[in-house]
């Protein structure tokens, strides 16, 4: 079982980027998914997540409205899309698969001008 993710990097205030978390060894379809974040001296803090079911998502009050949490069963992968970026979003992003107990190596957002 492994996780992938990909799409990090320097943006803007107000920017916009996709994060990407491939995953290999199960279906992301059939398993609750979530994406993690973790800023230097802070705690890693649940973002967003969805569902195996339905796909119904959940999200860090945070970033309601701005993020927004997809995946695609036939690429298997889960997908992060953050708009309105501001400076408080910067940290590492880490795809998470708690069934499987798998981590993602993440990657960096940084947000500045």
């Known amino acids: 079982v492994q996780l992938v993710e990909s799409g990090g990097g320097l943006v803007q205030p107000g920017g916009s980027l996709r994060l990407s978390c491939a995953a290999s060894g199960f279906t992301v379809g059939g398993d609750v998914m979530r994406w993690f974040r973790q800023s230097p001296g802070k705690e890693r803090e649940l973002v967003a997540a969805?569902?195996?079911?339905?796909?119904?998502?959940t999200y860090l009050d945070s970033v309601k409205g701005r993020f927004t949490m997809s995946r695609d069963n036939v690429k298997n992968t889960v997908y992060l899309q953050m708009n309105s970026l501001k400076f408080e979003d910067t940290a590492v992003y880490y795809c998470?698969?708690?069934?499987?107990?798998?981590w993602g190596q993440g990657t960096q957002v940084i947000v500045s001008s």
């Open positions: 998470n698969a708690p069934r499987w107990e798998t």
């Open positions: 969805i569902g195996s079911v339905r796909g119904s998502t």
